[in-house]
């Protein structure tokens, strides 16, 4: 079992970080390394409806 201090070494990060990550993990289980956006599109995704005008524009003017 490796130390935080050299956990923080070999992860390339603070030991607080490491320290955090612990007791997220005494409290979540596994999910606490689970990145907290899983399962949701990103805040700054462009809507289907914008995509799919600016498609619409592209296509008259090419074609």
Do not use: W
């Not at 607080?16 to 409290?27: M, P, S, V």
């Amino acid at each position: 079992m490796l130390i935080p201090s050299r956990a923080a070494l070999v992860l390339g990060c603070t030991r607080r970080t490491i320290n955090r990550l612990i007791i997220r993990y005494h409290q979540e289980g596994k999910a606490a390394f689970r990145h907290g956006n899983k399962g949701r599109k990103p805040a700054h995704t462009i809507p289907d409806s914008v995509k799919e005008s600016i498609r619409s524009t592209v296509r008259k003017r090419l074609f």
